[in-house]
């Protein structure tokens, strides 16, 4: 079946570092790949997405790209803030016909930024 | 602004005593989901409307039912909570059963 293995947390950077986060995947077909982002006590806010091979997302500053050789969708950012620190999940939605509703999610990198 | 919107944010009920939760978008989607979201886990299917066709999980406990009365609103009812059920319940929706799903802010349910 699909699953997605995200990079395990938590991840602790100091404002304005590099960030990745790593997430692979395994579905049958061409899944299309998301990042989520879910801030302390709320709900899960779509943060960028990728529908095909080679497709980059990107919102916020954040950067994924659709790497299907490596089955990959690797999340980015050039510098964080204070303010990004969240849970990040990765996901896909695969199948056909009537059964490509089903999001697969990673586990959830907990990332925090400090000052 | 097109929202999904999730009442109440949190809920304290007793074990076993029924507990409803509600949603509204006002994204006209004809999908609803709700998902279950235990503490440091990633959401849970347990069921979903299409339109007004109800598709349970297979691994969803009978516990939880659903209603969905119109397009704009969807309820989960828990008709006998236990200690275990205490999550957050996140309701999301997408326009047919296309690829991106939009998530309310979710409802942190507490059984005591």
């Known amino acids: 079946g699909d699953s997605v293995t995200q990079m395990e947390g938590p991840v602790t950077l100091s404002e304005e570092a590099f960030l990745t986060i790593n997430c692979t995947y395994t579905a049958t077909g061409y899944p299309s790949l998301f990042w989520y982002v879910q801030y302390p006590g709320e709900g899960l806010q779509l943060l960028l997405k990728a529908t095909k091979a080679d497709d980059k997302g990107s919102n916020k500053g954040f950067e994924a790209t659709y790497r299907k050789e490596t089955t990959s969708f690797h999340l980015e950012k050039g510098s964080v803030q204070v303010s990004d620190s969240a849970v990040y999940f990765c996901a896909l939605s695969s199948g056909s016909g009537g059964s490509n509703y089903k999001l697969t999610f990673g586990k959830g990198t907990l990332l925090t930024v400090n000052p | 602004d097109a929202m999904v919107i999730q009442n109440p944010r949190y809920q304290v009920t007793q074990f076993g005593k029924p507990v409803t939760l509600s949603c509204s978008q006002t994204?006209?989607?004809?999908?609803m989901y709700w998902y279950q979201q235990k503490s440091s886990q990633a959401p849970k299917l347990l069921f979903h409307?299409?339109?007004?066709?109800?598709?349970n999980e297979a691994d969803t406990p009978d516990n939880f039912q659903s209603r969905r009365p119109n397009t704009s609103f969807c309820f989960l009812d828990i008709r006998s909570p236990g200690l275990g059920d205490a999550a957050m319940y996140l309701c999301?929706?997408?326009?047919?059963?296309?690829?991106?799903?939009?998530f309310g802010p979710g409802t942190r349910l507490t059984v005591l």
């Open positions: 999301a929706t997408s326009r047919g059963r296309r690829i991106t799903q939009y």
């Open positions: 409307y299409y339109d007004k066709d109800f598709n």
């Open positions: 994204l006209n989607h004809n999908v």
